[in-house]
């Protein structure tokens, strides 16, 4: 279980806060479920829900396919938006790396069968994530650095980069203080009108 406060800074929007919630269920030594959700103050909202399965597991690493689907709200521009990612990744002691593909649904509120102008099909956006931590995950603290197109409750193009740095501190039964900071595309709905903003986090990690 995982929960984080995040504040975030742009021109276009100025100030905003935000708090997420994600549950991790895992149904078999190789297969897990996860269901996250997330409001901001701007009176947004987004629900997450991802399964990943591991293909191989060696002394060098592990391959594994995972599969997303999020929603996210946008009442006051009376737009809501489906997305669907399915991505394959690679992760050792030190390194992950994912890709995969994305598809983009946005849509009036409420919803048109129909269409209309207002609708807008994004097929087959390229998803990357790259990150590095300095210590394995065993370690009880770690600093890491992160470059992605993805984020918990937000899918970019794959030419709007998310650039972050991230690290944890164990505090012992099965307690984990998490904190990041980052630069992220502008605008809503990949209408960016400034190159960056930033946002800082900091949330708890919760392992029974």
């Avoid at 504040?7 to 806060?17: E, K």
């Avoid at 409001?39 to 987004?46: E, F, M, P, Q, Y």
Wanted: proline letters at 3%; hydrophobic letters at 35%.
């Amino acid at each position: 279980m995982r929960t984080y406060g995040e504040y975030d800074y742009t021109r276009t929007s100025g100030s905003s806060a935000s708090w997420a919630f994600l549950g991790d269920y895992q149904l078999a030594n190789n297969f897990n479920i996860g269901l996250g959700y997330q409001v901001t103050t701007l009176g947004r909202h987004a629900i997450n829900l991802q399964w990943q399965v591991k293909l191989l597991q060696a002394q060098c690493g592990t391959l594994y396919l995972e599969n997303r689907y999020l929603y996210r709200l946008f009442p006051n521009y009376k737009l809501q938006e489906f997305n669907a990612l399915v991505d394959l990744g690679w992760r050792n002691r030190h390194f992950n790396f994912q890709l995969g593909l994305a598809n983009r649904y946005t849509a009036p509120i409420p919803l048109r069968l129909n269409g209309g102008m207002e609708t807008v099909f994004e097929p087959m956006n390229v998803t990357f994530c790259v990150e590095g931590n300095l210590f394995d995950q065993q370690h009880p603290w770690n600093l890491g650095a992160r470059v992605s197109n993805y984020r918990d409750f937000v899918i970019e193009r794959f030419t709007l980069f998310f650039y972050s740095i991230n690290g944890y501190y164990d505090f012992g039964n099965g307690l984990r203080l998490t904190a990041e900071a980052g630069l992220h595309p502008c605008g809503v709905l990949n209408l960016s009108s400034q190159y960056n903003g930033w946002y800082g986090n900091v949330g708890l990690i919760w392992k029974p």
